[in-house]
């Protein structure tokens, strides 16, 4: 499951979420998703982390433009 993309961990994920919203699904079911989901969101985690780190602000200063590691405000 590491090898999904970004986008394929999101829309499994979002599906996960469609399935158990509607309550339609018998329990053990349910939580068969609910640890596949978990399993996704933290492969969407680790990637938007990996994203997040190769991020970079080209900022200007005296010499011009440099190279600035972006860092998130929370």
């Known amino acids: 499951m590491a090898e999904l993309s970004f986008e ?3 829309a499994g994920l979002e599906r996960i979420v469609r399935e158990l919203e509607s309550g339609d699904i ?9 640890q596949e ?3 996704l969101a933290k492969i969407c985690r680790e990637k938007l982390d990996q994203a997040e780190q190769k991020i970079e ?3 200007a200063d ?3 433009l440099s190279k600035k590691p ?3 405000e929370e």
């Open 8 to 10: 394929e961990a999101l």
């Open 57 to 59: 602000m080209l900022v």
């Open 70 to 72: 972006f860092i998130p």
């Open 37 to 39: 989901g978990m399993k």
């Open 26 to 34: 018998p329990l053990e079911q349910a939580i068969a998703n609910f």
């Open 62 to 64: 005296a010499s011009g």
